[in-house]
């Protein structure tokens, strides 16, 4: 099973700040990355796929980048609706496997 | 619009066995792949399993932790997509949401239906 590690797995930050998540695979998978948000209580959200693709109603804010091992999720200025938890996951191969989630907190 | 509903949850002993189920609507039931994700208490994503559409062969694919025990099928004429659980264990105690899939990444999410394995 291809595994996916995040950094950080917690970050503490304030609104308007410029946010980096990462994701690493522990092997290639070219560009097949999903990014979701998930907020205390709620389902998840997808905002990206392809890695790069802005899911439809998304806020612009939010960008993907990377191929191969390693991507990145960036929120351009952080919102206060924006503090949740965030998942990479990888749509290379079966089973489907999600990263262990980074959250993002107010500081 | 768009809309899963999840149900079926609720309180089992280890070993029982449990059917969800997931209702859909908004969307070309019988065109779309299903997936099943559950989210233990406090803990991240776990992908559990999907369902291709008929027109693709219809088959399923599993998660190791659950393959052999879980079966997920789906009805075209109801729009449901099921997730028969037997042989259930403490660890399979989850939030079980089903989702639609798009480009492979989950796009439209249920609300989730929650399974407790407990004696």
């Known amino acids: 099973d291809i595994q996916l590690t995040q950094s950080p797995s917690f970050l503490s930050a304030s609104v308007g700040d410029r946010v980096t998540i990462s994701c690493r695979a522990s092997?290639?998978?070219?560009?097949?990355l999903a990014w979701y948000q998930q907020n205390p209580g709620k389902a998840p959200k997808l905002l990206i796929y392809a890695a790069s693709t802005l899911q439809s109603g998304v806020p612009s804010r939010f960008s993907g980048s990377g191929s191969g091992t390693e991507f990145t999720l960036t929120i351009s200025s952080l919102q206060p609706e924006d503090f949740a938890t965030y998942y990479c996951?990888?749509?290379?191969?079966?089973?489907?496997?999600f990263g262990q989630g980074t959250k993002v907190e107010i500081k | 619009e768009v809309q899963l509903v999840e149900s079926g949850g609720g309180l089992v002993e280890p070993g029982g066995s449990l059917r969800l189920s997931c209702a859909a609507s908004g969307f070309t039931f019988s065109d779309a792949y299903m997936t099943w994700v559950r989210q233990a208490p406090g803990k991240g994503l776990e992908w559990v399993g999907h369902i291709k559409r008929k027109r693709d062969d219809g088959t399923a694919g599993y998660a190791a932790p659950v393959k052999g025990r879980f079966t997920i099928s789906r009805d075209d004429s109801e729009n449901t997509v099921y997730l028969q659980m037997n042989s259930l264990k403490t660890e399979d105690t989850a939030l079980y949401y089903c989702t639609t899939q798009k480009d492979g990444a989950s796009n439209y999410w249920g609300q989730g239906t929650l399974v407790t394995v407990s004696s």
């Open positions: 996951q990888q749509l290379n191969s079966y089973p489907r496997t």
């Open positions: 092997q290639g998978i070219s560009s097949y």
